[in-house]
């Protein structure tokens, strides 16, 4: 075991601080990672907060995590040290599943294992990114391309991949039609990667006050959801809503911007219960679905894809003593467009 330096909230609601927290030895399979960055995902406020439901404490969230490689197991073959490597949402899974075999571990039959807020196959507590450093199994880590500076990158591993993964599944590309909902963290990876596809993309925001930041990121239109005009005149326009937002949502008015055939795809998780009337998926045959950040080997070609195309996230980098402060700027949507964490000031 080693001993690191980490930023954790002690309990439900309570402020973050600066602690220490244990760090297995390095295995067989295992990296060990010098973490560079760490990005401040909405879903960490929501878990620190028990917004989500009762959680583990103290807790040391970050799941979007950024750093190079300085220790390797006997039997890893993936890696070496001083490699550039990121870890996302989870740092296990059964491996043996239906889902696990199709490298589609977040769908893991017998529930992955999250970065942190979860037990291990010990049984011990997850630790995340708001840390100096972890400890994971190398095949539940991605290779973060040369071209990708690390601080951007490390929104990748969660907004990236979330956003990706559904536009990929349903098939955004020339010809299609999508709208992001939401211009925010993750919001905003979906117009950059909507728009690297090839597709047509709208962006649908409560007001037009990120109008001239969604047109510089790829977005051909923007539109405010708080006029009533946008839904007659958008009324039956898009293939794809991708749905950013955590909040609850009028989905009979969302459904009814969509063509035949149509997806409003959720990657948004709002704390509280939603209602439909189904007759807004009748007619049309239209289609409610949800997708859940993505697999090892589908967040590596979201890596190489944003690599490719010459683009990361757009971040404020932050200290560690400021992440209680970003905390409430997230919640007052006061932040272009993803925090990020310098962790050499932990």
């Not at 993936?78 to 889902?99: A, L, N, P, Q």
């Not at 999508?178 to 993309?201: D, P, Q, S, W």
């Not at 939603?274 to 090892?296: D, Y």
């Amino acid at each position: 075991m080693s001993t690191v330096a980490a930023y954790a909230a002690p309990a439900a609601k309570a402020p973050l601080e600066r602690t220490t927290i244990e760090r297995r030895p390095v295995g067989e399979s295992d990296i060990l990672i010098d973490i560079k960055f760490a990005g401040i995902c909405h879903s960490d406020i929501h878990q620190a907060r028990e917004g989500w439901g009762e959680a583990i404490f103290p807790m040391v969230p970050g799941h979007e995590i950024a750093g190079v490689v300085t220790e390797v197991g006997a039997g890893v073959t993936k890696y070496t040290v001083g490699d550039r490597v990121g870890v996302g949402c989870f740092v296990d899974s059964c491996r043996e599943c239906e889902y696990c075999r199709q490298g589609l571990e977040q769908y893991c039959v017998k529930g992955n294992t999250a970065t942190y807020n979860a037990l291990d196959k010990n049984g011990e507590p997850t630790y995340g990114g708001y840390s100096t450093h972890v400890v994971v199994d190398e095949n539940y880590a991605v290779r973060i391309p040369d071209s990708l500076s690390l601080d951007v990158a490390a929104p990748l591993l969660c907004a990236g991949i979330t956003t990706y993964s559904p536009l990929r599944h349903w098939n955004a590309g020339p010809g299609k039609k999508v709208a992001v909902l939401g211009m925010g963290g993750l919001g905003h990876m979906g117009v950059k990667i909507a728009h690297a596809m090839g597709a047509e993309v709208t962006v649908l925001s409560q007001s037009l006050r990120k109008r001239e930041d969604g047109l510089k990121l790829g977005a051909d239109h923007y539109y405010a959801t708080s006029d009533p005009k946008t839904f007659e005149e958008l009324a039956g326009t898009f293939d794809i809503i991708l749905s950013t937002v955590s909040a609850p949502l009028d989905f009979a008015a969302y459904l009814s911007l969509l063509k035949t055939d149509g997806a409003l795809v959720n990657v948004g998780a709002p704390e509280e219960p939603v209602s439909l009337n189904l007759f807004a998926l009748l007619g049309g045959r239209k289609t409610l679905a949800g997708s859940m950040i993505g697999g090892i080997a589908e967040t590596q070609e979201m890596l190489d894809f944003c690599a490719e195309h010459g683009f990361g996230a757009e971040i404020e980098l932050i200290r560690a003593d400021q992440i209680n402060e970003a905390y409430e700027r997230v919640l007052s949507s006061d932040v272009r467009y993803r925090f990020v964490i310098d962790t050499s000031t932990i």
